[in-house]
Structures are given as structure tokens and as C-alpha cells.
């Protein structure tokens, strides 16, 4: 059996292209909770990036309902489905898509970017799968309107995509 864990870290331990990402985020925030979905660039974050980025919409904020507006390619080749206009429940395994869905909904309530690494807890050892960048964007400056998620993934992707396969309750 396994398990997700998320450690959070201090931004001043980003670096490379995650940090380059939060620099670009930071430069349009200014004292806002966020800058707008439409000052937003996507290209101008690394494009090495882009595979692995997702924009989040945040539809209804006390129901908890969101929807994946941007999708990048890798994530299809990881988990095996088309995610773009889909919940973050539905990711699959079901307990990573329930994961997922609360870490966004964190940062909806607490209106703050999170940096972390993702971690595969096993039996016998642990596997670092990848570091993650939320950062909140605010249409309006006083919610978070969509959430703009970066992956950098540590290990060997093939070793996620056996995880993410296996059925639930799978031992390991």
C-alpha cells in the first residue's frame, strides 16, 4: 500500500525553471492576492514548462467545484486521460485525485502560492515524484479566481506512470 505525502517548502528554495516561473508570477502580483488570468502569458515561462503546467478555474468557491481550463501534454501521458475541462477528482488513482482537489482548495481559502515536493510513501522506502508550484491568480483581487500549477518531476516518470496504473489498494 502506499501513500501521497506533500512536505511544503520555502519559496527561497526554488530554483531553475520553477523559480524563473515565480519571479514572472511575483513581477505581475505586485500587492495584489494575484495578478489576472488575463495578464497572465504562458508564454513567457520557460517552454520546456509548458508540458507539465495546468491552470486551474476555480467555478464556485463555497461548493469546493473547480475544472481544469489548460492541461499540458505530459500530464495525458502520465495518467492516461485528456484532464481539460475536468475536475481535479478526476484524476486518477482516486486517492491522488482527493489530494489533488484539497491542496487547490487550500489555496483558494487561504489565498497564498504553495511551493512542495509530492512525495510516494511506500512500505519500505520513499520516492520523491515532484515538485509542485501553485501560485493564485484573482480576477477581481479579492478571491482566487484560477490557480496556475507547474510540475517538476524528480524521478523517473515511468516509475509514476506504474503507480498511477496500478489498481487501488495495490500492494507494492
Sequence with gaps: MSEIVTEYLSFDKLDGELKLVFDYWLSLRGDRLGPRWREFDLMK????KIPFTIITDIINKEEGLMKYRFVGTDFYRVHGIELTGKNPLDVPPEELGKKLNQE???IVREQKPTYSIHHLREIR???ILQHVLRLPL???GKEVTH??????Y???KKELEDYLSAPPNAES
Aim: cysteine-free.
Design 138 to 140: 484573482s480576477d477581481d
Design 45 to 48: 515561462i520557460p517552454a520546456k
Design 154 to 156: 524528480i524521478e523517473d
Design 147 to 152: 490557480i496556475l500549477s507547474v510540475v517538476d
Design 125 to 127: 522506502r520513499l520516492h
Design 104 to 106: 487547490l482548495l487550500d
